[in-house]
T-cell receptor, first 116, second 114 residues
């Protein structure tokens, strides 16, 4: 079975520019997650979708970050404008359900963002 | 509130010797606990999980972990390290309510020397 796909794999932008990341989850997975992994730290959840609805976006910096999953499949995460502290790996994951413990989350390879 | 503390940021072992990666957790609910591995330039992979069944959990590649409620610990072990085990390991806590995110520790880098 195909895994979680993400693009681009790497992106370098200047501060105050905008950037968008794309994620295609495993087929049939209703739940999609975006995580931010800063160097030297574990991933931190930014937003969780169930189909095309938001389940949890409490840690998403909404003044600059936005995410959508319009048709309940692919998702995009956008940063506008970017700051230096946004440099990180952005991971997308998907699972068959929303329960944190019951359903395994499958992770994509990530997009490494460098803001200069 | 939930959290995990990985007690060692870096562990070095020789090939063929035992591996011990330590993790303590804090949770207001009955937790689910996981260990994930991240190899360079690869995605996170689930090694094993505990979800209130047997306290000794066996995972892939010979790894296992024991849930100890009295010690709030979930240490990862392997009897004999292999060079291919060198990677970043994350201890993760969650619980079974819908919508609950995975809470990751800061990670432990495992180095294996020949």
């Amino acid at each position: 079975e195909a895994g979680v796909a993400q693009s681009p794999r790497y992106k370098i932008i200047e501060k105050r520019q905008s950037v968008a990341f794309w994620c295609n989850p495993i087929s049939g997975h209703a739940t999609l997650y975006w995580y931010q992994q800063i160097l030297g730290q574990g991933p931190k959840l930014l937003i969780q979708f169930q189909n095309n609805g938001v389940v949890d976006d409490s840690q998403l910096p909404k003044d600059r970050f936005s995410a959508e999953r319009l048709k309940g499949v692919d998702s995009t995460l956008k940063i506008q404008p970017a700051k230096l502290e946004d440099s990180a790996v952005y991971l997308c994951a998907s699972s068959a359900g929303t329960s944190g413990g019951r359903y395994e989350q499958y992770f994509g390879p990530g997009t490494r963002l460098t803001v200069t | 509130a939930q959290s995990v503390t990985q007690l060692d940021s870096h562990v070095s072992v020789s090939e063929g010797t035992p591996v011990l990666l330590r993790c303590n957790y804090s949770s207001s609910y009955s937790p689910s606990l996981f260990w994930y591995v991240q190899h360079p330039n690869k995605g996170l992979q689930l090694l094993l999980k505990y979800t209130s069944a047997a306290t000794l959990v066996k995972g892939i590649n010979g790894f296992e972990a024991e849930f100890k409620k009295s010690e709030t610990s979930f240490h990862l072990t392997k009897p004999s390290a292999h060079m291919s085990d060198a990677a970043e390991y994350f201890c993760v806590v969650s619980h079974n309510q819908a919508g609950t995110a995975l809470i990751f520790g800061k990670g432990t880098t495992l180095s294996v020397s020949s």
